[in-house]
DNA sequence: ATGTCTTCCCGCGGAAGA
């Protein structure tokens, strides 16, 4: 409930700092930057979670992966209702990424730096926001289209590095946060989840994103918790979720300003329980502003 | 490996991708 206005309330110099705290004509106070990731796996689908999740979590921006609509589809009114302005690259039925800020930015790509022009898979937007580029990545799986699917992600993690590697060297400050499609070690997957020689944890996919470490970028959910089971993605087969049979595959890699500011990070688990849920759940990152 | 979900279409069920 808001308090009266300040004109109302009887003068007391004890609780006059309260009042001007919760007064809208005052500065307010700096809180956290509240980041989030999630592959909603279809937004025409999960247009109502995400609705619910952004009144609950109020982050100030939101990336999205498997939006499975095409551009022009996306729901952007519901979430302007919201304060909410959104961003989205679709294409029909796969893929597709979004942005949803509460905060001013301005888009700096639609694909990803390097691949073929003709490439026409929907799976990076980036944004300037809070003086940060913030990359919303939606990485190939790599298990279908044999040899040539398994070729295109590791060529695709190439070009990420490639850009990633640019936009230090240029000094930015730096947050890569999406769907990688990647299970980085043993401790991120449940015994049995997945065979041993699937696209997410095979030795070449683990090394590109070792490449991405190496170039100086934090895993912001692993410094945090450095150990331990801690998933993202739980298939809608077998049982795998009351099992708790997941696998960490949503990250966000920070530069190093980045990292210095981070607060916590830590997928939301609950949100796996909704009635119709998407098979990932929202990781939130939170920063000192 | 598959007990599911989502999409598309030449649909009225099945393929493909995850």
Redesign the pocket.
């Known amino acids: 409930m808001r308090p009266p206005p300040a004109a109302a309330a009887p003068a007391s110099r004890l609780n006059d700092h309260l009042i001007a705290r919760s007064t809208p004509s005052f500065k307010k106070v700096a809180l956290p930057v509240k980041i989030a990731t999630w592959n909603v ?2 937004i ?2 999960r247009e109502g979670h995400v609705l619910s999740w952004l009144e609950r979590n109020q982050p100030d921006i939101l990336l999205l992966q498997e939006i ?2 095409e551009t022009a589809a996306f729901p952007a009114q519901a979430f302007a209702k919201l304060g909410y302005q959104a961003e989205a690259v679709g294409q ?3 893929n597709g990424v979004a942005v949803l800020s509460r905060v001013p930015f301005e888009v700096t790509q639609r694909t990803l730096p390097g691949l073929p022009p003709d490439d026409a898979q929907a799976r990076y937007i980036e944004i300037r926001a809070l003086n940060t580029i913030i990359g919303n990545l939606y990485l ?2 790599g ?3 044999g040899e040539a ?1 398994y070729a295109y992600k590791l060529g695709w993690m190439e070009h990420l590095a490639q850009h990633a590697a640019s936009l230090l060297a240029a000094g930015e400050d730096l947050i890569l946060a999406g769907d990688y499609n990647v299970c980085p070690t043993e401790e991120d997957y449940a015994p ?4 041993p020689e699937d696209a997410l944890l095979r030795p070449e996919t683990r090394a590109r994103f070792r490449s991405l470490l190496w170039l100086g970028l934090t895993d912001a959910v692993r410094a945090m918790r450095p150990s331990g089971q801690i998933y993202t993605f739980w ?5 795998a979720w009351p099992r708790d049979r997941g696998l960490r595959i949503d990250h966000a890699l920070l530069s190093s300003r980045m990292a210095e500011r981070l607060i916590e990070a830590l997928p939301d688990r609950m949100e796996r329980d909704q009635p ?1 849920p998407s098979d990932h759940v929202p990781v939130i990152i939170s920063f000192e502003p």
């Not at 049995?192 to 065979?195: E, I, Q, V």
């Not at 298939?235 to 049982?239: I, L, N, P, R, V």
Request: proline share 8%.
């Open positions: 796996n279809s025409r689908q499975k609509c029909k039925a796969y190939p799986n298990n279908s289209g699917g049995g989840a997945l065979p298939d809608y087969q077998a049982g119709q």
